[in-house]
């Protein structure tokens, strides 16, 4: 196998097999040795004779040549104990006390065993409704949905993977403008997505400006109405605000319902791109597209055998898989909708020199996906006259037709830590960064490079470090005017791909894709609501299924200062950078102020050097507080100031946490130690930004943990939020945070 450094530590951290202790007892070989075997077996359910070594041979090396590979939950728990294989499940919650519950109970089962949830809480009626079996009022979808995220966050920690869900509301709804603005505040709702479902007349009414209905899920009357298209400009100043909710549009989602005499499609997976009935689940795989591109041109023959040997895989893990709760497993039976994507699509076109952003990418789109969802679809009906087609053939919409054995076959979702593995583009999106800097023992900073940009400049002899160095500050190639524009033109990056290509790129995936397409619209930092308004439209009008969104620097605790430290000034850092403390200074000034807070006396000393306040100590008088808490405080912030994070955000972190102690002192009121800290640092910071000629230290400035930003280019540079666990930087992808590092995910 040829693995990357970076895929070799996300198989370790994420995949391999852990024995009781924690240790790593798996190599990686055994890990696709695991999954190929576990996934040939139930060939014998089909055919007692059937070659299982050889199907598992084919299996091992469709995934060890890093062609396709699958979930990670197949990854993680095939031919282990836990064995629940699939990726994503839609749960029902209807308007009662019973349902909300057992809902809840059932996605901590599917969070537990690494399957994400999707729920509509359209059902639920409306706040301030009457509840007649007690007497009260309801309290509305968006209070039960922060039930969900408690639970979540509470089961989280001992999963596999952490808990992910989706949220949906239908735009009819009378609390859909609650519902809307749920996650105005970065830390509300913090483990769900969430999307506004959007219906056919709703969109054509936003255009109009004319008014809609509301309509009471409970008793199914218009209680009220709204103006489409201000409630249209309120979805999109939500999303231009920090990229939530994103958008569903229902009545496409049942156009395409296979089964619409079992239910409707409510709701769907966490990143949108799998709609499906109540407890169905389902079991994505994706294929990787640049690994099909020999010699200048695409693969077809080695595509297509892919693409058969791939569902046939994902066929059988429908029936290899151990699932959460029985009667999932009996409605995926049912259907056995499989979900079969790609990776890789950005790599390949730079292998093919075509643009992401040109007619001739999109061409290449819908040839190449056309091509795969023909040949799954065929493969599927080979398997049903092997093993028949899937027990409610004859009561869908395909009936009449060929049999099939799966109901669906083809989503494209986000391949998340399955790129970093294939070290490939993730899904079809545009390449984020071309290189960026990783920081490794001692300091010494690594240029990472994409490796199809550095084979090309190889090849013309332009490679070199500086050169690297200046595309991490730039963010891009596509000001660098010293290399040859063909060059440019080809190696665009995801901010220099504008929101209408992004729009047209996941619509051409759309056309020839069963389920939806998972793709987040990249914006500009100073991208304006009507762009974030014509982009929605355009979704609409080029037949897209949903749309997620994210504009540059628009949630709170995305940037944080990696370049120059300018006294807590929010500076960009390169893409990809890895968070490192630089070295406290050996000589500083400073200050303590003594703070009477509810318990007693707090004395808050806070240091700083030319770049500004770098350190904070406290310690408390003998009649009381809380001297470990405290301390901690002091230590957390220090390392954060050292690590760039600007001051303003350390003192609004800190200022109003409460305690049951509070004290008023001099007309301010001081709520807890963290409040007493967070106002020293503030009047502190105040001082020092106002000293006009601050005398230089001895100890010379310590060196920039990245290059120096050119401020012309500033607005162009890729600004991302860094990874909670390694440092380096996030991207965002279908509405998730995925670190390319590490492998950590976020979802919400």
């Known amino acids: 196998m040829q693995l990357s450094e970076n895929a070799r530590v996300v198989l370790e951290r994420r995949y391999l097999t852990r024995d009781a202790n924690g240790d790593v007892i798996e190599t990686e070989d055994g890990l696709f040795h695991r999954v190929a075997a576990a996934l040939a077996k139930p060939d014998l359910a089909h055919n007692p004779d059937a070659d299982v070594s050889a199907l598992e041979k084919e299996f091992y090396e469709m995934m060890t040549s890093l062609r396709f590979l699958p979930n990670s939950p197949t990854l993680m728990n095939a031919g282990k104990d836990l064995g629940q294989l699939s990726a994503c499940f839609v749960l029902p919650v209807d308007d009662s006390i019973d349902s909300i519950f057992d809902a809840i109970k059932q996605a901590a089962l599917i969070h537990k065993s690494g399957g994400g949830t999707g729920f509509s809480f359209s059902r639920l009626r409306p706040k301030g409704c009457a509840v007649r079996t007690t007497g009260g009022v309801a309290s509305g979808p968006v209070s039960f949905m922060k039930v969900f995220n408690a639970a979540t966050e509470a089961i989280k920690q001992g999963g596999t993977r952490r808990g992910a869900n989706m949220g949906i509301l239908r735009v009819d709804h009378p609390d859909i403008l609650e519902f809307i603005d ?6 509300t709702i913090t483990n769900f997505n969430i999307s506004v479902a959007l219906t056919e007349e709703f969109m054509q009414k936003a255009v109009e400006g004319a008014d809609y209905d509301l309509i009471d899920p409970h008793s199914h009357e218009v209680v009220g ?8 400009q309120k979805i999109v100043d939500a999303a231009w605000r920090n990229g939530e909710p994103g958008i569903v549009f229902l009545d496409r989602l049942n156009r395409d319902n296979i089964l619409p005499s079992v239910a409707a499609i409510e709701a769907t997976n966490p990143c949108g791109e799998q709609p499906l009935l109540p407890y169905e689940s389902c079991n994505l795989g994706s294929i990787n597209l640049a690994a099909m591109v020999k010699d200048g041109v695409v693969d077809y023959d080695l595509l297509g055998r892919t693409v058969d040997s791939a569902v046939h895989f994902l066929d059988n893990v429908i029936d290899a898989n151990l699932y959460p709760i029985e009667k999932i497993a009996e409605t995926t039976r049912a259907s056995r909708k499989i979900g079969l994507g790609v990776m890789g699509f950005a790599d390949m076109l730079l292998l093919l020199g075509v643009p992401y952003n040109s007619e001739e990418g999109v061409a290449l789109a819908e040839k190449v996906m056309s091509f795969i969802d023909d040949r799954a679809h065929a493969m ?4 049903a006259t092997l093993r028949g087609g899937f027990p409610l053939f004859e009561q869908s919409t395909l009936a009449g037709g060929p049999a099939l054995r799966n109901g669906t076959c083809t989503t494209i979702a986000p391949t998340g830590t399955l790129s970093i593995i294939a070290d490939v583009s993730s899904g079809v999106e545009p390449v984020f960064a071309y290189a960026y800097i990783r920081n490794i023992m001692d300091n010494t900073e690594l240029v990472e490079t994409n490796a199809v940009l ?5 090849r013309r002899g332009l490679y070199s470090d500086e050169l690297m160095r200046r595309i991490v500050s730039e963010g891009s190639l596509a000001h660098i005017e010293e290399l040859p524009e063909d060059l ?3 190696f665009v990056s995801a901010h220099d791909v504008t929101p209408e290509w992004h729009i047209r790129m996941q619509a051409a995936f759309q056309r020839y894709t069963d389920n939806a397409v998972s793709k987040t619209v990249n914006f500009r930092a100073d991208a304006t609501r009507g762009e974030v308004e014509q982009a929605y439209l355009l979704a609409w009008k080029l037949g897209c299924k949903g749309v997620t969104i994210y504009r540059d620097g628009s949630r709170d605790s995305q940037v944080l200062n990696i370049g120059g430290m300018d006294k807590g000034k929010k500076t960009t ?6 968070i490192s403390p630089r070295p406290r200074p050996s000589i500083m000034r400073g200050m303590t102020e003594q703070v009477q807070i509810g318990c007693g006396k707090l004395y808050v000393t806070v240091n700083y050097d030319e770049n500004g306040i770098c350190e904070v100590f406290t310690n408390t008088g003998k009649h009381g507080g809380c001297p470990s808490q405290s301390e901690a405080v002091g230590r957390l912030t220090s390392l954060a100031l050292r690590s760039g994070i600007g001051i303003s955000d350390v003192i609004k972190q800190l200022k109003g946490i ?10 301010l009121s001081v709520l807890s130690c963290p409040d007493a800290i967070a106002k020293v640092l503030e009047r502190v910071n105040a001082a020092i930004e106002n000293e006009q000629n601050p005398a230089p230290l001895a100890e010379p ?11 012309a280019a500033a607005s162009d540079v890729i600004r991302m939020r860094f990874c909670p666990e390694c440092g380096a930087a996030i991207v965002h992808e279908g509405g998730c945070v995925v670190c390319p590092n590490c492998g950590y995910s976020k979802c919400g």
């Open 182 to 187: 749920c996650k105005a505040e970065d830390a």
């Open 225 to 232: 109405h709204l103006n489409a298209g201000e409630v249209f």
């Open 380 to 383: 599927s009906a080979r398997l």
């Open 454 to 458: 550095k084979a090309e400049l190889q």
């Open 488 to 490: 440019r033109r080809v």
């Open 573 to 578: 850092p390169a893409a990809g950078a890895v």
């Open 658 to 667: 409460r305690c049951p102690s509070t004290i008023r002192q001099q007309g």
């Open 701 to 711: 400035a310590p060196k920039p943990l990245q290059p120096p930003l050119n401020p």
